[in-house]
């Protein structure tokens, strides 16, 4: 290896950063039994020791196999156990089949992460200058990576717990964090003139390459809603006869809820629900949430929602979702609240690549490309997001059914 070494404190840094994020990992675990920890509630999902094992084989595959000279790797056969979707990587076990791997055991994982920690941190304390220079974008990319699982350790979590007629909580209440706050009313509408705006990334720190590159698009004259929509609006459309009322929803969206039978968001209880004969609640609605059951807040920012759901209920209301575009110029207005920490917000707008787009180079090919199509756009970050994780640009995906994330919505409408 170069034997100059890059500059201490940007090195430290990173050392810092890296034992911090794995740390992490590892503490959102720790509420939960090694039984919690291998069970797979649906195909979406994932069990919280396969987010650990995983995170750990990005590291282990893209960066200290073919960057550390004399990595061994820990066990072989992982590779195939914990790749996810890096077809230029090999075969890898099915996704749906993730809840089977009984073993390696939780110890093992451990073990495993331990391994890979400690040669990275080796890595990290003999690379020279030209090796820094491949190494840190490598890490820094791992590190987000880990950072976006520690967000799905938690929403699988949720949904594995949520499937247990037990509704057991995974943090008891008043545990630290992961509420959502509340938000005074009333909504207001913020003006926004439209013209040209510059979206995505700005040089200068982390993003992932689907942020990029910057460019210039047109708005139309809109207004935004200053808040998110919470829990108590939404009631109302329920009450309203919202999930029986096909005029409100897209096509897809209203043979959703007649196959699934949705009548409120994701993880909401009626009173008569059998679940809650243990829990002695008093009527009304109950919010199943990472502290268990509790009564819904009405300002509390509604959640767990589909984009079919937040679609429907903006027709309801007789406005519409805004474009990411329109969401991201607003985001430094002065008086716009909500825009992240809370939930994740879905837009009108389909996951696709910017004019010029062009891919991570290697393996991190595969990050984001290849899934614009049939997405649509979230942004903001969630109760679950690690913080500093995200940034106005960031862009989060996932298909339009999907409510099992932290995800809710803010109205828009044109002027």
Partial sequence: MNLIRPKLPAAEALRELFEAVRAHSLELAAPLSAE???IQSMPDASP????????TWFFETVLLQPHASGYQAFDPRFHYLFNSYYEALGPRHPRPQRGLLTRPSLDEVHAYRRHVDRAVLA???HAGEADWATIEP?????????QQHQEL????????LWCNPLLPAYRAPGGPGLRLASSPPPLNWLARPGGVAEVGH????????????????????HAIADRLVNCGEFAQFVADGGYQRPELWLSDGWAAVQAQGWRAPAY????DDPRLAHEGVPGGWQVFGLHGVRPLEPEAPVAQLSFFEAAAYAEWAGARLPTEFEWEAAHDAPDITQMSGQVWQ?????????PGFRPLAGVAAEYNGKFMVGQLVLRGGSVATPPGHTRPSYRNFFPPAARWQFSGLRLAKDL
């Avoid at 919280?48 to 995170?55: E, F, I, V, Y």
């Avoid at 909401?268 to 009173?271: E, F, I, M, Q």
């Fill in 123 to 125: 890595l990290l304390a």
């Fill in 138 to 146: 490598i890490l820094t990319l791992g590190l987000h990576h880990e």
């Fill in 268 to 271: 909401w209880l009626a009173a």
């Fill in 202 to 221: 700005v040089q200068g720190g982390f993003a992932f390459d689907n942020e990029m590159p910057r460019h210039q698009v047109l708005l139309r004259p």
């Fill in 36 to 38: 919690d920890q291998c």
């Fill in 48 to 55: 919280t020791k396969w987010h650990l094992a995983h995170t």
């Fill in 153 to 160: 350790i938690l929403t699988d979590i949720l949904h594995a």
């Fill in 346 to 354: 879905w837009t009108r707008s389909s996951y696709d690549p910017y």
